[in-house]
C-alpha cells in the first residue's frame, strides 16, 4: 500500500537522521563540510559517562575531531536553515510532554523542505504554509489493523508523558503517515481524529485538491458521523470510506463529477446522502449495503449509475432520475424497497435485475421480482424496454408525471416456511407445499422462496412440506440445514 510504504520510508528517514554515518564523504559542493571525512566511531555509555571507540575497538578521544572541525577553513561564519527556506516556523505545544513529538514532526518538515524535488510540488514559500499535524503520529496507533494497537500511544496520556525516535518511527509506520494540520488540528490532541463530522477541504497546505485517492481506507471504528466534500472535489476513489460504522451523512458540494466504485459500500449507518448538478458517473457499488439509506435526490446531470451501485440499499425508496441519464448498470438498485421508478427521456439501457428485484432467490436460484412493480417513463426508451422485458407495468409519463406515493417493499414477507405469507409456520403451509406439488395450485415466487427450507440446491418439493411439519412439531428447532433463497 503506497500511504504505509510512505509512513515506513518517512520513519525510515527520521531514525537515520539521528544516527553518525561515520565514513562517508559528502559531495555536496554547497556543503560548508565539503572534502571532510570521519571515521567510524563507536559510542557507548559506560559508568554513565560516553566513551568512543574507533573500528579497531581503540578508545578515541573524539576533542580532536571537535578542534578540526571548529578550526577547518571552509566553514562559514554562521549558518542558519531559516536562510535556506529548509525549516517551518515555531509550533506551540502548550503544557503537554509532546516535545519528542514537535520535534520528530519538525524534523520530517525539514526534511521534506530539503529535497528539490518535494519543494517542486509544493506552493511557493512552502517554509511558510507546509504544516503536518503533531496529533498524526500517536493518532496511528489507532489503527485496529496495525499489529502495535493498543501500545503505547493508546494509554490515556496519548504520549504526554514523553517519547522517543523509536516511538515516532513506530507511529509513522503503524498508520498512514502524517495528517495536514488542516485535517488533523493539534489542539485535539487528547482525542486524535475523532470529530463527529469533517470537512474535507479543497485546499491543503496551499495545493489544490482535486480527488481523494483509491484505496484511501478511510474505514473501520471512527466515530465520524458526517462528512463534507468542499467544493472543488471531482472525485473521490474506490474504496475510500468503505465500512466506516458511524458514518450517518455524507455531501458533497458542487464540483464532484464521479464516485469511485465501492466507496460508500457497506456504511451500514449511512441515512443521508446530497449530490451536486455537478455528478455525472456513481460507479459499481458506490453506495452497495449501505441498509439505512433512506431517500436519494438523484441530480439532473447524473449521466451513469454503475453495477450494483446501490444494491442491498433495503430502505432506499422514492426513485426519480432526471432527463440525462442513460446508463443503469446489472443490479444497480437490486433489494431496495422502491416499488416504483421515474426515468427521463433519454434512458438508452437498464442492465440485467437493475431494478424491481429483491436480492432473495426463488427455485433454480430465479431471482425474486417485487410484485406490482411500476415503471414510469417516455415510450420507446429503455425504460419501456425493461419494463416488458421483465414484465413490469410501464405508465407513459409523456403528458406529465403523476404524483406519485412509495410505501416501500415490505421485506419481512421473506420468511422460511411460510408459504402463506401470514407471518407465521402452521402445518397449513406444509399442505400448501403439498398441494404445489402435485400441481393442484400456483405459487409466486416469494412463496417458492420461503419454501427453500431444506434443499441446498434451492428447490421446492415433498422434503419441504417435511420439514415444515416437523418444525411445528419441534422436532428440529430451525430451518438451519435449508437454504432459503
Known amino acids: 500500500m503506497f500511504k504505509r510504504g510512505l509512513s515506513i520510508a518517512l520513519a525510515a528517514i527520521l531514525m537515520l537522521s539521528s544516527i553518525v554515518v561515520a565514513g562517508a564523504q559528502t559531495t555536496n559542493n554547497s556543503s560548508p563540510y565539503k572534502d571532510y571525512e570521519l571515521p567510524i566511531i563507536t559510542r557507548k555509555i559506560e ?18 575531531y571537535n578542534r578540526s572541525i571548529r578550526t577547518y577553513s571552509d566553514l562559514p561564519q554562521s549558518y542558519d536553515l531559516r ?20 520535534g520528530a514532526t519538525a524534523a520530517l518538515e525539514s526534511n521534506i523542505l530539503s529535497q528539490p524535488e518535494f519543494v517542486s510540488q509544493l506552493p511557493e514559500n512552502a517554509w511558510e504554509t507546509l504544516d503536518l499535524s ?3 503520529i500517536y493518532t496511528n496507533l489507532e489503527d485496529k489493523d496495525s499489529v502495535l494497537y493498543n501500545s503505547y500511544y493508546n494509554d490515556p496520556k496519548k504520549g504526554s508523558g514523553g517519547g522517543f525516535a523509536d516511538d515516532v518511527a513506530m507511529g509513522l509506520s503503524s498508520g498512514y503517515g502524517l495528517y495536514p494540520e488542516e485535517l488533523l488540528p493539534y489542539e485535539n490532541w487528547s482525542n486524535g481524529y475523532n470529530e463527529s463530522e469533517i470537512t474535507i477541504p479543497h485546499e491543503i497546505g496551499g495545493l489544490e485538491v482535486e480527488a481523494i485517492a483509491d484505496d484511501f481506507e478511510f474505514y473501520g471504528e471512527n466515530p465520524i458521523t458526517g462528512i463534507t466534500f468542499s467544493g472543488g472535489f471531482k472525485s473521490v476513489g474506490s474504496l475510500a470510506f468503505i465500512s466506516m460504522r458511524e458514518l450517518e451523512t455524507v455531501v458533497f458540494e458542487e464540483g464532484i463529477q464521479s464516485i469511485g466504485p465501492e466507496t460508500f459500500s457497506n456504511c451500514q449507518a449511512l ?3 446530497s449530490f451536486p448538478d455537478s455528478l455525472k458517473n456513481i460507479n459499481s457499488g458506490a453506495f452497495s449495503s449501505c ?29 426519480q432520475f432526471g432527463d440525462k441519464l442513460e446508463y443503469v448498470g446489472n443490479g444497480a438498485f437490486r433489494g431496495i424497497s422502491a416499488t416504483c421508478v421515474v426515468f427521463g427521456k433519454n434512458i438508452k439501457n437498464i442492465g440485467k435485475e437493475g431494478l424491481g428485484y429483491t436480492i432473495q432467490h426463488s427455485i433454480n436460484f430465479k431471482p425474486v421480482s417485487m410484485p406490482q412493480f411500476k415503471v414510469y417513463g417516455y415510450p420507446e426508451t429503455g425504460a419501456q424496454k425493461y419494463a416488458e422485458r421483465n414484465g413490469f407495468e410501464f405508465i407513459d409519463i409523456s403528458n406529465g408525471k403523476p404524483e406519485i406515493t412509495d410505501e416501500g417493499f415490505d421485506y419481512s414477507v421473506f420468511l422460511q416456511g411460510d408459504i402463506d405469507l401470514n407471518g407465521k409456520v402452521t402445518v397449513l403451509d406444509a399442505t400448501l407445499i ?27 418439493n415433498i422434503m419441504s412440506a417435511t420439514y415444515i411439519q416437523r418444525y411445528v412439531a419441534k422436532i428440529i428447532p430451525d430451518f438451519s440445514g435449508g437454504a432459503m433463497g
Not at 516556523?89 to 516535545?99: A, H, N, T
Not at 431517500?295 to 426513485?319: H, R, T, W, Y
Not at 398441494?435 to 421446492?460: F, K, M, P, S, T
Open 271 to 273: 441515512k443521508n446522502v
Open 434 to 460: 403439498q398441494l404445489w406439488v402435485a400441481d393442484r395450485i400456483e405459487l409466486n415466487d416469494i412463496q417458492l422462496c420461503n419454501g427453500i427450507v431444506c434443499d441446498i440446491y434451492n428447490d421446492v
Open 83 to 102: 536562510d535556506e527556506n529548509r525549516v517551518t516556523s515555531v509550533k506551540d505545544q502548550g503544557s503537554e510532554g509532546l516535545c519528542w513529538d514537535f
Open 47 to 64: 559508568n554513565n559517562i560516553p566513551v568512543y571507540y574507533d573500528g579497531n575497538g581503540e578508545k578515541v578521544d573524539i576533542t580532536k
Open 291 to 319: 441498509i439505512s439509506l433512506e431517500n436519494v435526490e438523484f441530480p439532473e446531470n447524473l449521466q451513469l449509475i454503475g453495477d450494483n451501485a446501490f444494491a442491498n440499499c433495503m430502505s432506499l425508496k422514492d426513485i
Open 134 to 136: 503533531e496529533a498524526g
